[in-house]
């Protein structure tokens, strides 16, 4: 049974290398098909495990309540009927850390980009982003001390001219070994010492680090950076399994408290790592969807190429078919020889599709800075399909070759 079927095996690889540049013609759909979903995977893996890396800067059982949609801007939102919400100001904060029972804590944050700090003789060259924070915002967005201290509650609720310092920041302004503890940086012409420096948390998707950053007190940022913007405040809860409880809570007391009428809408927007994360594969699911199409038409493409050069080759080989059923060839045996053929074609096309996807996923992430990752269940998915493909497609015509009559076979030119 085993020499019959490495036999067949060796049969149907003579006969595809025999036709080398057809065999080769008849694989690009499949061969496109495979690629497109190894490649298309391979992306969404590599955003989907960034993205679900970045989520931890929320913290664990953290959700974020503020004026403006997530990701405003792009023309998808009407502008003035977010402009007309009333903005989040330290009160907010207050009263949330105050009433809330299923709050751990809130931390009220404010953010501007594009800063230069300066220490000395040394400045950064790009820009950093710089945030005020109250006393809880370093745990509530997963930021731990590496050295020093954080704001006391007297800074975090008065202010004070101090700072501290993202990674990358105090590497730039203190560099070779300099002490960055108890030294003075320079913003805006206003200087403040640094009270600590954040350990160390890598780059966020899109390729911006998340230790480009300087912290100050909330009250000193005001001032500086304006106190008209609205904050964004942040919430962790002291049981993560009691979440959805927390929002329903933390929704009531901020209507209450902003005199939203009960018949309105919400005049603020909340979001945690679990709508995000929603939102993306909402957004990857569609993309996914796409993919699956394109493959399906390039993998139909090419079984119909597969079953078109069988029945060609059936045709070619009609007097060889003769002769062997003639010296006693079983029509089982002609009929498992081209599909082991239809099937080991469609199989190099697959596996030359996972190499190529594979490339093209590799340089994807080299040239556009996109992480990617292969998923094993997109070689698997691969291989299966494409071996389906050749064996549903190549069905027919080795059906067709096993019922030639050996007589009228041997006889055709």
């Known amino acids: 049974m085993f020499l019959a079927a490495l036999d067949t095996l060796r049969t149907a690889l003579r006969a595809l290398r025999a036709n080398g540049l057809r065999s080769a013609l008849t694989l690009l759909g499949i061969v496109i098909g495979v690629l497109t979903v190894v490649a298309m995977s391979a992306t969404i893996e590599g955003l989907k495990r960034k993205i679900d890396e970045d989520l931890s800067q929320l913290g664990s059982g953290v959700f974020q309540v503020q004026k403006w949609p997530q990701g405003f801007g792009g023309g998808r939102h009407d502008t003035s009927k977010y402009q ?20 751990l804590h809130a931390a009220g944050e404010a953010w501007t980009f594009g800063q230069r700090v300066q220490a000395g003789e040394h400045a950064t060259t790009s820009a950093i982003q710089l945030a005020g924070g109250t006393q809880w915002f370093f ?146 699911g569609s993309i996914a969807a796409a993919t699956i199409g394109i493959c399906a038409i390039s993998l139909l493409v090419g079984g119909i190429g597969v079953m078109n050069i069988m029945l060609v080759s059936v045709t070619e080989r009609t007097q060889e078919i003769g002769i ?60 299966i399909t494409a071996a389906s493909v050749g064996l549903l497609f190549g069905l027919y015509p080795a059906w067709r070759a096993s019922r030639l009559d050996p007589v009228e076979a041997m006889r055709h030119e």
């Open 84 to 103: 007309k919400r009333k903005n989040f100001v330290p009160a907010d904060v207050a009263m949330l850390t105050e009433r809330c029972a299923h709050c």
């Open 139 to 284: 745990d509530n967005n997963g930021y731990f001390l590496g050295r020093g201290r954080l704001f006391t509650e007297g800074e975090s609720s008065t202010g004070g001219d101090v700072a501290v310092l993202g990674a990358d920041v105090a590497d730039v302004l203190f560099p070779g070994g300099l002490d960055p503890l108890g030294q003075l940086v320079r913003l805006r012409n206003h200087q403040f010492r640094v009270v600590g420096v954040l350990e160390k948390r890598g780059n966020q998707l899109g390729g911006g680090s998340l230790d480009n950053l300087v912290v100050l007190p909330l009250p000193t940022f005001l001032p500086l950076y304006g106190e008209r913007q609205s904050l964004n405040v942040t919430i962790m809860v002291k049981d993560p399994t009691q979440m959805r409880d927390s929002q329903d809570e933390v929704v009531a007391l901020l209507r209450r408290w902003r005199g939203t009428p009960p018949q309105a809408e919400n005049d603020f927007e909340m979001f945690s790592n679990d709508s995000m994360q929603e939102r993306f594969e909402e957004m990857t």
């Open 324 to 383: 062997r059923r003639a010296l006693g060839a079983r029509r089982r045996r002609i009929l498992s020889q081209f599909l082991v053929e239809a099937v080991t074609l469609t199989l190099a096309g697959g596996l030359l599709g996972i190499v190529l996807g594979t490339f093209v996923a590799f340089l994807v992430r080299v040239l556009a800075g996109v992480p990617t990752a292969v998923p094993a269940w997109a070689i698997a998915t691969s291989v």
